[in-house]
């Protein structure tokens, strides 16, 4: 009998499979709440049987091939691999990447996820960070994926696609309760959206807050101080581009970064890299403004990035605003 588990993130995936609760333990690490959004056709090719050896195109690149060869599972699509195996459930965390993954998921399968008898979890603890013998006393329940998941999951992936935030911020008025997790990830979406009045989204707020209140080297401001950070959306390389946006724009809000750009390349140089951490962050006179809700970033500098299907720039800054959604 094959158990075949999916995550969001290759932590939760060797968590499980630590704890025993899987035979094969897959993560579907794309990045939906970073970059311009890839094409329909795209996604579906990565959840289809391989036919590119291209790193990162294929939902098994990051599985040990021996694993695979042993299940015979070497190159199938995800459907394919999910009629092989006795059981398959989806374990998908509360962070609002894994709840896109998992509304991406159950789009895509429509209806065949009923058919292969896939079960969800309603996870709600951090799967990744919890030590596998606790893992494996924990019990999450499990429900028989049925079309009430699969009209919300449906609804709400359309709505993130969209051109504008318009059809997300309506799923505020929705009953997700079917998807535990999925009201929680909408307002996160929506607060990384620029503020009214600031022009900057949550995460890169944070950053701002954090620098003013005395952490002035880079990675002490990274979300990896989960605690500290206070926001789930962005992770290690997002807020490595946060930082930077915030740092290099032609009118900074943050002055002291001494090596540029965050990159795998900058990881790989020792001194490039050394430079890095040993940065001095502090705000300009600009970032105090912003921080004391007196100055709008997107006043002084461009704004060019995608939320979602949606494409932030100067002339098409939609922001966020507890109360509402204004242009």
Not at 72 to 92: F, H, K, S
Not at 168 to 185: E, H, T
Not at 259 to 288: C, I, N, Q, V
């Amino acid at each position: 009998m094959t158990r075949l588990i999916l995550t969001a993130d290759s932590s939760s995936a060797g968590g499980v499979m630590s704890a025993g609760h899987a035979d094969l333990a897959v993560p579907i690490e794309l990045r939906m709440v970073w970059g311009p959004p890839r094409s329909d056709a795209e996604l579906a090719a990565f959840l289809a049987p391989r036919t590119s050896q291209e790193r990162d195109s294929h939902w098994l690149d990051s599985m040990p091939p021996h694993r695979l060869q042993k299940l015979g599972m070497n190159d199938l699509g995800l459907i394919e691999a999910c009629e092989r195996c006795e059981t398959v459930e989806l374990w998908m965390g509360t962070e609002p990447n894994a709840q896109l993954v998992l509304i991406w998921l159950l789009d895509h399968l429509g209806p065949l996820a009923k058919r292969l008898g896939i079960n969800l979890r309603h996870i709600d603890a951090s799967v990744g960070q919890t030590e596998p013998a606790r893992l494996a006393e924990m019990k999450f329940l499990g429900v028989a994926i049925n079309d009430h998941h699969l009209e919300v999951a449906s609804i709400a992936w359309q709505a993130f696609r969209a051109p504008t935030p318009h059809a997300w911020f309506d799923l505020l008025a929705k009953d997700l309760s079917v998807l535990p997790q999925l009201r929680r990830c909408v307002l996160e979406m929506l607060e990384e959206l620029p503020e009214a009045t600031t022009g900057l989204g949550a995460s890169e707020m944070r950053i701002l807050e954090l620098i003013s209140a005395g952490y002035v080297q880079p990675f002490d401001v990274f979300p990896h101080y989960r605690e500290r950070f206070q926001r789930r959306v962005f992770g290690y390389w997002e807020a490595g581009a946060l930082l930077e946006g915030l740092a290099l724009a032609p009118v900074p809000a943050v002055s002291g970064l001494a090596e540029w750009p965050f990159s795998l390349e900058m990881h790989d140089e020792h001194e490039r890299l050394a430079r890095y951490k040993e940065s001095r962050l502090s705000l300009t006179p600009l970032g105090k403004a912003i921080l004391a809700g007196a100055e709008d970033f997107s006043r002084h500098n461009p704004v060019d990035r995608w939320w979602g299907g949606t494409h932030l720039t100067n002339d098409r800054l939609w922001r966020w605003d507890p109360v509402l959604l204004v242009p």
